[in-house]
């Protein structure tokens, strides 16, 4: 079984992709046809698998070419893995100002700060698990901290499973209740179901939320110089297991 903890994170701000959609592949299969000759499809336990493409990154600066050069040696052959980034910056439940999706300068516990004067950081927007969900679950019970609005349709969050599955990428289909107060608690219906057991108190990311993952089947991520020294790439990614 991979084991997808301590992972390195795909540098998305630096890669600076045009695109990059993100679906779950694989969610059922076919389970036959009626009477009306249309297929039947029955839902898969594990859900399917989520991909994402990073489409037209822009390679231009010297270090982007050694970036993209380690990638490939890291990467292909889909036995080693990264963290990919699903960038909802500018529809997410959090501030669309840059500069506030993440709370900057936090000192430590004592009130002191880092000897250069700066701090800690985290996402302003996240989560708690207030019910502990088994495997697989598709429903989960969330308190949620920082929201700029109401989860509503649907967004992308992450949690992090230690056990083995290191960060994985879920989102909900259904708001199935929330509680009238400051910190709301979400019950919500997710897909992909849950990689790992999750107990009370773990973390939910909102705030680019990302997954375990290797290149797509039969991608690979070659090494390319053009005379120009500028060039784009598309970065193909399938979730890890």
């Known amino acids: 079984m991979a084991t997808c903890l301590n992972l390195p994170t795909l540098a998305a701000d630096f890669l600076g992709p045009l695109r990059t959609p993100v679906d779950v592949m694989g969610s059922s299969q076919d389970g036959g046809r009626n009477g009306l000759g249309e297929s039947i499809e029955i839902e898969m336990s594990g859900g399917g698998a989520l991909t994402c493409t990073y489409e037209e990154c822009k390679i231009q600066e010297p270090e982007h070419f050694e ?14 893995f990264i963290n990919v980034p699903i960038i909802t910056d500018w529809w997410g439940p959090f501030p669309k100002n840059r500069s506030s999706i993440f709370l900057q300068d936090i000192p430590h516990s004592d009130g002191s700060s880092f000897s250069d004067g700066s701090g800690y950081s985290q996402s302003s927007a996240w ?38 599955k290191g960060w994985r990428a ?21 897909a992909p179901p849950l990689r790992e057991a999750t107990p009370v108190g773990t973390r939910v990311e909102f705030v680019r939320p990302r997954f375990a993952a290797k290149f797509k089947t ?5 090494s390319i110089s053009e005379a120009f020294y500028a060039i784009q ?8 297991f």
């Open 170 to 190: 879920y989102r909900y289909w259904d708001v199935l209740d929330v509680t009238s107060e400051t910190n709301p608690v979400y019950t919500l219906a997710i």
């Open 233 to 240: 790439q598309n970065i193909q990614f399938s979730e890890a």
């Open 218 to 222: 039969g991608f690979t991520l070659p």
């Open 127 to 164: 989560g708690e698990i207030v019910e502990a969900a088994n495997l697989n679950a598709g429903i989960i019970r969330v308190r949620v901290y920082g929201l700029t609005r109401a989860l509503r349709w649907s967004d992308w969050f992450s949690i992090y499973h230690p056990v083995s």
């Open 67 to 80: 970036y993209v050069n380690w990638l490939g040696a890291r990467l292909n052959g889909g036995f080693r």
